[in-house]
């Protein structure tokens, strides 16, 4: 029997992961109960099961299993986890306040079973929470873990809504952040505002890599912004790029802006004179020949002088 695949939005952060749906018949909206990587705990089923394809590539771990629809005593369960969180996020606020440590907590997270909590926090340095650790583990009677985040991470914990008017990448699918440098905004030609290129996390917007690959392969070969390139009016100075409908806005010589396709301009190099000689065709301009450096005399004074008073070597034959 082939195996069966449902997709489930995990409660904590919103992602959706593929689960081993088994025999269960499950229809979209249901909330169950999953194996986690923390244990038990409860999602919601977003699609319903479908077959896995017979050429599905193998996965490093298996998938792990939907074990039945929630009941009546886990949704219970569920709220009292939920307030438990809310008092320990409360009461750990307060030891923090009181201690002066220079951290911000940013969520907890209760296993299902009430084995572990997990304090989610953010710190500009390293932070000796051994003291506050002990007094959660008096308060609550479970195992205290600290886990110091990023402002990404905070992003995903927390959810929100970016410029786009979507929820937030990270929230929504996001597993792993991939780098992304200033460097993808340039190859985009997007304007270099920091308000613009940033998430709600202020670091660089994750999107910014979805299209890398397109934007590089369409750019390859394309004059920048600021080039010199030679178009079929003269000389001219590129100001805008349009890689997909393959058209440059160029400024001419004589100041006036025009649209050209790309196929249609040739770059010029550095090498090249600007004000070719009158009876030269403006396409067909010669490479400039740059005087050749003398090499530094580096012989002693008395070598250079012996050999200046040496005649002159007879040719043969003359």
């Given at each position: 029997m082939a195996k069966r695949i449902v997709k489930i939005?995990?409660?904590?952060?919103?992602q959706i992961f593929n689960y081993d749906a088994s025999d269960l018949e499950l229809k979209r909206g249901d909330r169950v109960l999953i194996e986690t990587d923390k244990g038990l705990g409860i999602g919601t089923v977003v699609l319903e099961p479908q077959a896995a394809a017979e050429e599905e590539p193998k996965r490093d771990k298996p998938l792990k299993k939907v074990l039945r629809r929630v009941n009546k005593d886990d949704l219970e369960?569920?709220?009292?986890n939920t307030e438990r969180e809310q008092e320990a996020l409360r009461y750990c606020?307060?030891?923090i306040r009181e201690t002066g440590l220079t951290m911000k907590l940013i969520q907890v997270e209760n296993f299902y079973d009430g084995s572990k909590m997990i304090f989610y926090f953010t710190a500009p340095d390293r932070v000796d929470f051994r003291e506050l650790v002990h007094q959660l583990a008096q308060r609550f009677h479970t195992r205290i873990e600290m886990q110091q985040i990023g402002v990404r991470d905070e992003a995903k914990l927390l959810g929100g809504v970016g410029m786009c008017g979507?929820?937030?990448c990270c929230q929504e699918f996001l597993s792993e952040f991939e780098p992304v440098?200033?460097?993808?905004?340039?190859?985009?030609?997007?304007?270099l505002n920091p308000q613009k290129l940033s998430g709600p996390c202020g670091r660089l917007l994750c999107c910014l890599s979805y299209e890398k690959e397109v934007y590089q392969e369409l750019g390859r070969g394309v004059p920048h912004v600021g080039e010199r390139v030679q178009v079929s009016q003269g000389r001219a100075e590129v100001l805008a790029r349009n890689i997909f409908d393959r058209l440059l806005k160029v400024r001419l010589e004589n100041g006036e802006e025009a649209e050209v396709a790309i196929a249609d301009v040739r770059p010029l190099s550095n090498g090249r004179r600007e004000n070719p000689a009158s009876g030269e065709d403006a396409g067909d301009v010669l490479e400039e020949k740059r005087p050749e450096r003398r090499k530094p005399d580096r012989r002693r004074p008395e070598e250079r002088r012996k050999e200046e008073k040496k005649p002159p070597e007879e040719k043969p034959g003359s």
């Open positions: 939005k995990a409660r904590r952060v919103g369960r569920e709220i009292r606020q307060e030891r979507r929820v937030l440098s200033v460097r993808l905004a340039k190859e985009q030609d997007l304007p």
